[in-house]
């Protein structure tokens, strides 16, 4: 399962102060059970605009690390709501359909 955000940085902030809390933050929430990874990816040509990424076992994994309030994280990421905009694309399920290329020489 992957869970999928959007993160606008606020003028006269940079991503990079986003990232820092970012990381802190995904070091922590990795440690729940079922927690496979993140990624932050930064938009092309819109150096202020990035996609989050992180993947789970299940969503139902996610949502108890959602509901077991660690303070920690909550203070993180309070610490940095004053400089980005966060919107929740959502929950996705593995997919379904993988198309791979064929190795036309074969």
Request: glycine fraction near 4%; proline fraction near 6%.
């Amino acid at each position: 399962m992957k869970y999928i955000f959007e993160v606008q940085i606020k003028q006269g902030f940079r991503a990079e102060q986003y990232a820092d809390a970012w990381v802190r933050a995904s070091e922590l929430i990795q440690q729940a059970p079922g927690a496979r990874g993140t990624e932050l990816h930064r938009k092309i040509g819109e150096p202020d605009k990035m996609i989050a990424i992180a993947h789970w076992d299940s969503k139902a994994q996610r949502d108890a690390m959602q509901e077991n309030h660690n303070p920690e994280i909550d203070r993180i990421i309070r610490s940095a709501a004053p400089f980005v905009e966060i919107r929740v694309l959502g929950c996705y399920d593995e997919p379904e359909w993988v198309v791979t290329p064929t190795n036309s020489e074969e």
